[in-house]
Each structure stands twice: as structure tokens, then as C-alpha cells.
């Protein structure tokens, strides 16, 4: 009797386990699809070809605009290592390259909407922003060791 | 009716309202380009198609994993794990967990936001959310364009930067919990 009274329990127990993991699922499938959308736009329109033709040859400004490009870029990181390869061939400094790559990966403008909805407002803008930030350092970090090294 | 659980359900309300006005918005966006571009328009929606067939099983499993949350966590555990009281087992869990998460970043927003309400520290989910971007898989891809040294030197950089953004989420979040000022 009290074998199956525990058994009744833990069955409602997954049963509303399950309808709460689904319900906190689905009501963020929209923003999800909107996200994934936009994604698609960025990878039709924003081309290796147009980020690299935006960068000038001057040290801070690149850098700058490394991590500014590497923000609003999404997609799949071994396109980010792609595009800055081709860079680096193109004479980008690695310091500019580096804050694009670190950027890719860190700071996601196309998906703050998301972000923000989910995670909270103020937490996906102070996260962002200091993955902005924290993009050049991390660069500038990355370049000079490197350079101590080699 | 219990208050957290009508708050929970205006902020679920909330928040579908706004997935909704968000999606309706990049279908205008996607409206208004087919006018004048309507080539590249079907080239975007291919490669949205793309995504979500390459996302579909970490989706599955970021909804397994929310379940486990769900079913077996209890806030308590989590809170003991990934909350206040965490210490440094808590940031070297949350750099092993990103490190070690694969896809997308926004597939695994959801099952923070569960951990999140479970009791896990901003600090921590700032700190998962940054090591995603550690990926050891892709390592000899950027060996192979940018050198084993520069790879290595980056991926330690990553980590340190990681702890630091973590660190200063967690004491501006302090500040606004004393101010009682809520993120929404």
C-alpha cells in the first residue's frame, strides 16, 4: 500500500516535471526562431569580403573595430578563424584579428534580444558590454605574450 | 493562488508576448527585403534551415538536461553547487561546464535561466556563457591558421577573462539586489 502510494507520487513528480521543462521550453521557441533568423540574414549578408574590406591599417582602430565587427557577426567560430586567417594573409594586425575571433565568440548582438528576454535585461547588456571590452584586452594580452615568447 | 507561482506565469506571459513581437519583427525585416532582394532572402532562409538542423539534437538534449534540472535537482542542491556558498568549486564548475557545452549560445539560455531560478549565481552563468567560447574540438582548426603558441596563450587569456567578467557581474548584481532594484 505504501510502496504504491510512493509510485503514484513519483510518477506525478515526472509527469510535472515533464510539463514544466516543456512549458519553460516552448515559450522561448519564438525568440529562439527569431534569433536563427536573423542569423541566416547575417550569413547571407555580411560577407568575408565586406569585413575585410572595412578594416584601415591603423593599430587601435582595428582593433577596436575587430571586436565592434566580431560583435555583430554570428555564426559557426571556424568561420571566425577562416575570415581571420584570410585577414592576417591580407596584413590585418593580429591584434585586430585576435579582438575579431575573441568578439565572434563572446559577444552576441544578434542574439541580445534572446539574451535579454531569457537571461535578464541588465545581466545580457553587462555581459555583452564587457565581453566587448574584455575582447581588446584579451587581444592586446594575447599579441604581447606572444610576442615575448616568440 | 500561490504568489511566486503567479509571478512565474505573468513573467512566462511576458515573455512569450515579447518572443512573438521579436519574431513578428524579423518576418517584417524578411517581408520587406524580398521586395528588393528576393534571391538572397531564400539564401538566408536555407541557411536558417541549416541551423536548426544542425541545433535540433543539442535542442533535445538542452531539453533532457532541463528535465534532470527539473526531476532531480532541487533548488537546494543547485543553490549548494552553483550558488552564494559555491566558492571556487562553483567557477571551476561553471569553466568545465561551458568549456565542455557544444552548440549554439542561445540553445543553452533556457536551461541557465532553470539553473538560474534553481539558485545559480549571475556571476556563474557569465562565467558558463564565456567559456563556450573555449572550444577545444576546434583547437587544431585555429592551430592550423594561427599557431599552436597563439592558440594555447588565447585559451588561457579566455578562461582569466571569463573569472573577471564573472566576477564583476556578481558585484554589480550585489549592488542592485541591496538597492532592490530587480533585472527583468
Given at each position: 500500500m505504501a510502496n504504491k502510494k510512493i509510485n503514484k507520487t513519483s510518477k506525478e513528480t515526472i509527469k510535472t516535471s515533464i510539463v514544466k521543462t516543456l512549458k519553460s521550453f516552448l515559450v522561448m521557441v519564438p525568440i529562439l526562431l527569431g534569433v536563427i533568423l536573423l542569423i541566416g540574414l547575417f550569413k547571407t549578408y555580411i560577407t568575408p569580403d565586406l569585413i575585410s574590406s572595412i578594416?584601415?591599417?591603423k593599430l587601435f582602430q582595428d582593433t577596436l573595430l575587430g571586436s565592434l565587427i566580431g560583435s555583430i557577426s554570428a555564426g559557426n567560430p571556424i568561420s571566425s578563424f577562416i575570415i581571420g586567417g584570410e585577414l592576417l594573409k591580407e596584413g590585418v594586425s593580429l591584434f585586430a584579428v585576435t579582438a575579431f575571433i575573441v568578439a565572434w565568440v563572446t559577444v552576441g548582438l544578434v542574439q541580445l534580444p534572446a539574451e535579454a528576454s531569457i537571461l535578464g535585461k541588465r545581466f545580457a547588456l553587462t555581459r555583452n558590454f564587457l565581453s566587448f571590452i574584455l575582447a581588446i584586452v584579451v587581444a592586446i594580452a594575447t599579441v604581447l605574450t606572444l610576442r615575448i615568447f616568440t | 493562488m500561490n504568489p511566486n507561482k503567479n509571478n512565474k506565469k505573468r513573467q512566462q506571459n511576458k515573455n512569450l508576448i515579447y518572443g512573438f513581437s521579436f519574431l513578428g519583427s524579423v518576418f517584417i525585416i524578411y517581408l520587406l527585403l524580398s521586395i528588393f532582394d528576393l534571391e538572397n532572402v531564400y539564401k538566408s532562409l536555407q541557411a536558417s534551415l541549416d541551423i536548426i538542423i544542425q541545433i535540433l539534437p543539442i535542442l533535445i538534449l538542452v531539453i533532457l538536461m532541463m528535465l534532470f534540472v527539473n526531476l532531480l535537482l532541487k533548488p537546494k542542491t543547485v543553490s549548494k553547487l552553483l550558488g552564494g556558498e559555491s566558492g571556487l568549486r562553483g567557477w571551476l564548475l561553471a569553466i568545465f561546464m561551458g568549456i565542455l557545452s557544444h552548440g549554439p549560445?542561445?540553445?543553452?539560455y533556457p536551461l541557465l535561466k532553470n539553473l538560474k531560478d534553481s539558485g545559480m549565481k549571475s556571476g556563474l552563468v557569465a562565467v558558463f556563457l564565456y567559456n563556450r567560447a573555449v572550444k577545444i574540438p576546434l583547437l587544431p582548426v585555429m592551430i592550423y591558421y594561427f599557431g599552436i603558441g597563439f592558440a594555447l596563450i588565447l585559451t588561457f587569456y579566455m578562461i582569466i577573462a571569463s573569472l573577471l567578467e564573472g566576477k564583476i557581474i556578481e558585484i554589480t548584481e550585489h549592488k542592485f539586489k541591496d538597492k532592490g532594484i530587480k533585472d527583468v
Open positions: 578594416f584601415k591599417g | 549560445i542561445y540553445v543553452w
